[in-house]
């Protein structure tokens, strides 16, 4: 059995995974309204990897013995006046993700709870990589997308992202 603070974080957490799905439907929505297939491909493909991460951590409570109860998921309300909005509002939100993923593993820590620091290993790893993800979004569509061409090309670009299911993560 985990401690119940900690089990409380977990659940709390897979909330703000699937949260982190909604949010990024909503980019892809604003990104398939404006006519930009490929930036919209791109956070569909990211929704689908925060579902899993969703997915993983529900796993991790029922292995540990714990039930999983779901809240509601909040509505994503963020307004973008730029195509460049979403993808700093992006890199935003994951930094703040990194930093709840640091805060369980804190707790874990300060707990001895070492089966869920080995647990979040994974997900350490994977927020320096969501991070860097995102920030390399902001950073080619300021390089880039200053014209017609140039935003033409990296919608293109993105259009090639492919999913692939976390089978690396964290063992179910
Ligand atoms: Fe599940 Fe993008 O962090």
Do not use: C
């Amino acid at each position: 059995m985990l401690n119940d603070k900690i089990a409380a974080m977990l659940n709390d957490q897979i909330n703000k995974e699937l949260y982190s799905a909604y949010l990024y439907l909503d980019f892809a929505n604003y990104y398939a309204d404006e006519g930009l297939d490929g930036f919209a491909h791109w956070y569909e493909v990211q929704a689908q990897e925060e579902r899993d991460h969703a997915l993983m951590l529900r796993r991790y409570l029922i292995n540990n013995g714990h039930r999983v109860v779901f809240e509601a998921v909040a509505k994503p309300d963020k307004t973008f006046k730029t195509h460049l909005d979403p993808l700093e509002a992006g890199y935003e939100h994951e930094q703040y993700v990194t930093s709840l993923i640091t805060g369980i593993y804190h707790e874990a820590f300060e707990q001895k709870d070492y089966r869920t620091m080995q647990f979040l290993d994974w997900f350490i790893k994977e927020q320096g990589e969501e991070e860097t993800n995102a920030d390399d979004m902001v950073k080619k569509y300021k390089l880039y997308a200053s014209d017609a061409k140039g935003l033409y090309a990296l919608n293109q670009e993105l259009l090639g992202r492919v999913y692939t299911p976390s089978a690396t993560g964290p063992a179910m």
